[in-house]
């Protein structure tokens, strides 16, 4: 079945350790996102990627990473910068589509908890 | 930035019922989106609708758009259980990317 897998589900942290979230789509999709949600919030953008070698900074990218050396995978990796890095962290895809942006297909979630 | 607004923030209900929740935005965009979220899953894709739409249908759910007043709502016609979720709106502001709105909190009640 396609679809996309982010791993780990639950992933704890201690204050200063860089952690990476993993993120694998087999939908054969060019573009992916990263997106942040904290409880009862919606979804704030950190980083997204439009194909291969390149990707852009969404709106809250400070003391975050990320790279896309493969188009099924766009790891993000969580810096000790982040300040409040406590969040659940959602991963999606999309078919390319020129003028617009269609439809996101999101996976499972990571949620990260810094003690 | 978070150009979507939805309204209510929580909406609970009666099961047989029909729940509306509206999204407002501030931009002129290509398409606006609705989303469900399950607590603790991912989004998951309900309709999408075009600038020059007005009005479009998926099953239970009516979405309407407005873009002289620059909103949107979802109507969800004879509710059940399975529907309680968070509803999100999105906006397509030609960036190739969404912006989402905070979210309406739906509960059907037995």
């Known amino acids: 079945d396609g679809g996309i897998t982010q791993s780990p589900k639950y992933l704890f942290r201690k204050e200063g350790q860089n952690v990476t979230l993993s993120c694998e789509q087999n939908?054969?999709?060019?573009?992916m996102y990263w997106y942040r949600q904290d409880p009862g919030q919606g979804l704030r953008l950190i980083y997204y990627?439009?194909?291969?070698?390149?990707?852009q900074k969404g709106d809250i990218a400070e003391g975050y990473s990320v790279s896309r050396e493969k188009k099924e995978s766009f790891p993000l990796t969580v810096t000790s910068a982040q300040k409040n890095p406590t969040a659940f962290y959602l991963c999606a895809s999309r078919v390319w589509t020129s003028g617009y942006t269609g439809e996101l297909f999101f996976g499972e979630g990571s949620r990260l908890t810094v003690l | 930035s978070q150009q979507g607004e939805e309204d209510p923030q929580a909406l609970s209900i009666q099961e047989g019922e029909n729940a509306t929740m509206n999204c407002s935005y501030k931009t002129s965009i290509n398409n606006l989106q609705w989303y469900r979220q399950n607590s603790g899953r991912g989004l998951v894709h309900l309709i999408l609708?075009?600038?020059?739409?007005r009005e479009k249908h998926s099953g239970r759910l009516r979405v309407t758009l407005d873009t002289s007043k620059k909103s949107s709502s979802l109507l969800i016609t004879a509710s059940r259980a399975a529907d309680t979720a968070s509803y999100f709106c999105?906006?397509?502001?030609?960036?190739?990317?969404?912006?989402f709105g905070q979210g309406t909190r739906l509960t059907i009640n037995p």
């Open positions: 939908l054969n999709h060019d573009a």
């Open positions: 999105a906006t397509d502001g030609g960036a190739q990317k969404l912006v």
């Open positions: 609708i075009r600038s020059n739409e």
């Open positions: 990627s439009q194909i291969v070698n390149d990707f």
